[in-house]
């Protein structure tokens, strides 16, 4: 191919033949390379919780997509088009101004209406001092139990809403958390504490997407009842009990449960 | 569920039902076995020289060479699929596009396999591209297929990364979304490839002007069996993919597309059969009238032969070939999965007795006036080898089934395929 | 130079005796190949194949043809076909070259060839202890998984082109350069020469009425001619019109 090859003649078919296979050669080339730059673009400009989010919501079932104005009584049966994405979502307005029907809900667990709760099992508290608190609600807890380990974000780190917040680990399996909202992180806690992170907001916060109120009871209910069929014996017929109290350390109490299932469901993982 | 099984679980998923991880590792031990046992033949090959096989001087290319050409022609509904859904728009062909690209993998992937162990000199196989020869279709064929498989190996990745557990990290699931923006451009490489390497293959045939009963008039620098093989590539592949969609639904028990995506699969490869078929009866009827004729070879003579009499002929063009077309072209058979699949799988033997008679019969036939018809049956290292590339691509599929979207998500929403 | 070398082959001379068979091994080192090689899987650049006219009885007539590389004149099958240049026609002197360090083992180029002229290194190259004392140096040998066939003994070429430059010469003396099979023929049936030299005997021979070229009709213009006074012979240059062709055994 090069001048010195001995033997070697150049003609114009191996100049025609060897541009166009340069050309395929270089466009293929080109298309991993272009890949690359954008997903490092992505990586460093924060676009990547974004992407990675609704591509577990894309493969969540039907059955744990219910938009949250089913919790508050004002739609009876709505599968969320979007994400969970209440800030961009076109019917909100429409369903915030409905008046809520005074729906009476027993969840089994507690909750408290002075916190804002994400889908994700955690809760939010605004602090005056326009910082949050982001904690474990009871409903995670009482799965969980003790944590074998937990690994949170350093401080000065930041998170994305829907990114992964911190990771716990218990009996051998890995829990990753997902972040309520945007921020940085100006204080770590952990099980021990009464938040596991304090966090300052980028900018203006819109928490629309958190659910407050009597509408928490209607999601925990909701999700009691997942948490019924999913551990139920296997064989058995599902069976919804009303009533009753969500023990703590269900993880340890129940071993032989799908737990992989029930987590992911619960933390809306893949 | 024991420890290995919950484990296994977890690159399952969610939603997906699978047989059990001792139910699938059962299914694999005889594959696995298989392929150890071809890549030993192989090992012989490679160690004590191609004197392991019954190949001769007089047979240079054995079952290799035509189990070679055969797999690139049923691979090649991976770009044909693909070609149909990026650029002609045909979305309904989507749920099958991901199972496309993997058996498009494992086929060119195993003939490049097979064929490293076919040369007598494996390691100088990139001298092609430091001298190359442009009149040689083998030069162009090399070039063809190396960047090919190269785009064949980039369609999988989305396909892998979709994995429930490695699109957990955020780098590789970032990557698959923009890669995955691409694709098309990728399709259209693929096709652009495919065409010529494909009918470069026929090229290789029908360029001999030594063989008489291969050589063929040529359209410029391209002989007829150049545009014949492409033909009969694109109407083979969707009918393989059918074969192999049809063979998961049956060998899981689940209904994984829509029939209607079968039966188009079926409509356009017996239309594209039944072209091919129309060009191969005009090709055939030159070839025996004025081509071989002009250089002394009387056509009846290469029929003389038993048992590759012109029955032969006769099973390649009508009952493999214009048989199948029918099949799949009316609708009532179309209809029918027992019609539709064997009329798929006449489709691929019609192909295959066509490889089989280029390259092996071909070399069979005598040239001088004083040459024998000869015979030749391939040894068992050959077989071998070639039951690994099978054995390979039941495994590599088996494992992408298991553990991939390769048909989207059974719950019904947002089939998410990711590639062409 | 332009010469274009090439042989016209006596077949009414030639009785079969594989002389030429066996100076051809000894003077392109070719080595003994083990027990289980057959003659399909031999390496015999010139091999002599054994004909007959198709009569048994006493109408029964037979004669040799030696096959060696045609060195075809025209769009030469073997150089279109390998995909990485290891077959070149010298455009100096016709010879078709194969370059084995080149070759990667592909074995197109032994299915283009109409002649079966080529032949491939199914095994590794090994001489029994002592036999190594028999290589001839001009000569390299070949390593395992490539094609090889007859270069017109280049080797001797290189020899007296080397001679004609040390006397000065821009020309070669014929008389040097005699390839091995020419050399070992005893009833002097193969005559080789230059066949663009009207005044070379091999050239004069070629074109004798009773010379045929193989498969001629295929067009590849080989440069090796047979001769002889037999029709039966003349007939063989083509397959058989009447579809019966002799059976052939090899010596």
Request: charged fraction near 15%; hydrophobic fraction near 45%.
């Amino acid at each position: 191919m090069f001048p010195w090859v001995d033997g070697f003649h150049w003609t114009v078919m191996h100049v025609v033949f060897l541009t166009i296979f340069g050309l395929v050669l270089l466009t293929v080339l080109a298309t991993f390379a272009w890949s690359l730059f954008r997903t490092a673009s992505d990586l460093r400009s924060h676009r990547a919780a974004e992407v990675c989010w609704h591509n577990n919501f894309s493969q969540l079932p039907e059955a744990e997509r219910h938009c949250r104005h089913e919790f508050s009584g004002r739609v009876i049966h709505r599968v969320c088009p979007n994400a969970f994405d209440c800030q961009h979502c076109d019917m909100y307005e429409a369903f915030a101004a409905m008046p809520a029907p005074a729906l009476r809900h027993n969840p089994g667990v507690g909750y408290s209406d002075q916190l804002l709760y994400h889908r994700g099992h955690t809760w939010v508290q605004p602090n005056e001092d326009g910082t949050f608190a982001i904690g474990l609600d009871e409903f995670a807890q009482h799965l969980i139990g003790q944590p074998d380990a937990v690994k949170l974000p350093r401080k000065g780190s930041a998170i994305q809403h829907d990114g992964i917040a911190w990771r716990i680990t218990k009996n051998g399996r890995e829990i990753r958390v997902r972040a309520p909202l945007d921020g940085t992180i100006l204080a770590t806690g952990g099980p021990q504490s009464p938040w596991y992170l304090r966090v300052k907001p980028n900018g203006a916060v819109d928490l629309r997407h958190l659910l407050q109120g009597p509408e928490v009871a209607g999601w925990l209910e909701s999700e009691m009842d997942r948490l019924q069929i999913q551990l139920r014996t296997p064989g058995s017929e599902p069976a919804l009990a009303d009533g009753g109290m969500l023990m703590p350390e269900l993880m340890e109490a129940l071993p032989g449960a799908d737990w992989d299932e029930v987590l992911s469901a619960t933390f809306l993982d893949a | 569920m024991s420890d290995l099984a919950i484990v296994d679980r977890r690159f399952i998923a969610r939603g997906e039902e699978r047989s059990s991880t001792l139910k699938f590792a059962l299914w694999l031990t005889p594959w696995i076995a298989l392929l150890a046992f071809g890549l030993y033949a192989a090992f012989l090959c490679l160690y004590y020289g191609l004197n392991q096989t019954n190949m001769d001087n007089r047979f240079a290319f054995g079952l290799w060479i035509f189990a070679d050409l055969s797999v690139i022609a049923m691979g090649a509904g991976a770009f044909f699929t693909g070609f149909l859904v990026y650029i002609l728009k045909q979305e309904e062909l989507k749920p099958v596009l991901n199972s496309a690209v993997v058996v498009g993998l494992v086929c060119y992937s195993g003939a490049v396999g097979v064929l490293m162990v076919d040369v007598g000199q494996p390691l100088r196989a990139w001298f092609t591209f430091w001298h190359p020869n442009t009149h040689s279709m083998l030069t162009e064929v090399t070039f063809c297929i190396s960047t090919y498989l190269m785009i064949l190996i980039l369609e999988y990745l989305p396909v892998l990364l979709r994995n429930r557990q490695l699109q957990k990290i955020p780098s590789f699931l970032v990557f698959e979304h923009q890669f995955h923006k691409l694709v098309p451009v990728l399709a259209a490489v693929g096709a652009f490839l495919s065409f010529f390497h494909q009918g470069s293959l026929g090229g290789l045939y029908g360029v001999l002007r030594g063989r008489p009963f291969a050589f063929r008039e040529h359209f410029a620098i391209w002989p007829t069996t150049f545009f014949l093989f492409i033909l009969s590539a694109i109407a083979v592949g969707p009918s393989f993919l059918l074969l192999v969609v049809a063979t998961v639904e049956t060998v899981t028990g689940k209904k994984l597309v829509e029939e209607s995506v079968l039966r188009k699969l079926g409509f356009i490869s017996g239309i594209l059969l039944g072209v091919y078929v129309a060009a191969k009866s005009i090709d055939t009827i030159v070839w025996l009238n004025i081509t071989s004729p002009s250089v002394g070879f009387a056509p009846w003579e290469y029929y003389a032969y038993k048992p590759f009499g012109s029955a032969i002929l006769f099973s390649e063009i009508v009952l493999l070939g214009l048989l199948p077309a029918f099949l799949l072209i009316f609708p009532k058979t179309r209809a029918r999965r027992g019609w539709l699949v064997f009329a798929a799988v006449l489709t691929c033997g019609g192909v295959l007795l066509n490889r089989f008679v280029l390259t092996v019969q071909t070399l069979a036939l005598p040239t001088l006036a004083f040459d024998d018809f000869l015979k030749y049956i391939p040894s068992w290292q050959e077989v071998a080898t070639f039951g690994a590339v099978v054995a390979y691509g039941v495994i590599v599929y088996s494992l992408s089934y298991r553990y991939l979207p390769l048909f989207g998500h059974s719950k019904g929403e947002d089939k998410h395929v990711s590639v062409g | 130079m332009s010469a274009r070398y090439g042989m016209v082959i006596d077949l009414d001379r030639c009785t079969g005796c594989g002389a030429c068979m066996v100076a051809c091994a000894a003077e392109n080192n070719v080595p003994p190949l083990p027990p289980r090689a057959t003659d399909r899987t031999g390496l015999t650049p010139m091999l002599v194949h054994k004909v007959n006219n198709g009569v048994e009885g006493a109408g029964r007539r037979e004669a040799f043809i030696p096959i060696a590389c045609m060195h075809c004149a025209n769009e030469t099958p073997c150089v279109s076909v390998c995909p990485q240049q290891a077959v070149e026609v010298d455009k100096a002197t016709g010879i078709v070259m194969q370059i084995p360090q080149r070759c990667l083992g592909c074995r197109y180029c032994m299915t283009a060839c109409p002649y079966h002229a080529r032949y491939f290194n199914w095994w590794d190259p090994s001489w029994p202890p002592g036999m190594e004392k028999t290589l001839n140096p001009g000569v390299a040998t070949r390593m395992r998984g490539v094609v090889e066939k007859c270069n017109l003994c280049h080797a001797r070429l290189h020899t007296a082109m080397e001679k004609a430059a040390a006397a000065g010469k821009k020309e070669i003396d014929m008389a040097d350069y005699v390839p091995a099979c020419v050399e070992a023929c005893p009833t002097n049936a193969i005559q080789f020469g230059d066949l663009a030299n009207s005044e070379d005997a091999a050239s004069q021979a070629a074109h004798s009425p009773d010379a045929f070229r193989l498969l001629a009709r295929l067009g590849t213009e080989p440069k090796i001619y047979y001769k002889s006074r037999q029709a039966w012979v003349r007939a063989l240059a083509e397959r058989s019109p009447n579809g019966h062709p002799t059976e052939a055994q090899h010596v």
